[in-house]
């Protein structure tokens, strides 16, 4: 998911924002949380067979490791302003519509970075097959969209 190797991230600042809060949360809350549930299983005894400390622990591996996800994805962050690119042209942070060939009902995605991107809320991924075949076309432009799933030729009726 994320692409450490790329080292850039691109993001809405409201990604940006969500990324930050999310960060403070783990180090402020959820990491004094997950401490006090070792103290507390510790003191059940024997270590080996502990199931709350192991479950705890693991607890710790996983906000540590979401820690060092979202350090380094803001540290290569790079804020898109959307609103500095040409209004018909899809880009980082826009709103596209588009009509699939042969269909009547139109859809709507949010291109986000890859670090904020939410299928069910309509945010696809910058890297999604759909978003790298409409980035930098623009509205009326008719895009062939290659998927795992097969090919589909779109027309975009939209862009905000």
Not at 16 to 32: A, S
Not at 128 to 144: F, R, T
Not at 151 to 158: L, N, R
């Amino acid at each position: 998911m994320y692409e450490m190797a790329d080292k850039v991230f691109p993001m809405t600042a409201e990604g940006k924002e969500k990324l930050e809060n999310e960060l403070n949360e783990l180090k402020t809350v959820k990491r004094q949380q997950v401490i006090e549930r070792i103290k507390i299983a510790r003191g059940f005894g024997d270590l080996s067979e502990n199931s709350e400390y192991e479950s705890a622990k693991d607890e710790q591996s996983q906000v540590e490791t979401r820690i060092s996800q979202i350090e380094e994805m803001l540290h290569y962050a790079q804020v898109i302003d959307s609103s500095k690119i040409d209004p018909d042209e899809v880009s980082i942070g826009k709103d596209v519509t588009f009509l699939e060939d042969g269909e009547d009902d139109p859809e709507t995605y949010t291109i986000v970075g890859s670090a904020e991107s939410d299928p069910a809320a309509g945010k696809i991924s910058n890297d999604s097959p759909i978003a790298k075949a409409l980035l930098g076309k623009k509205k009326g432009d008719k895009v062939s969209i290659e998927t795992p799933g097969g090919s589909f030729e779109v027309t975009i009726t939209a862009v905000k």
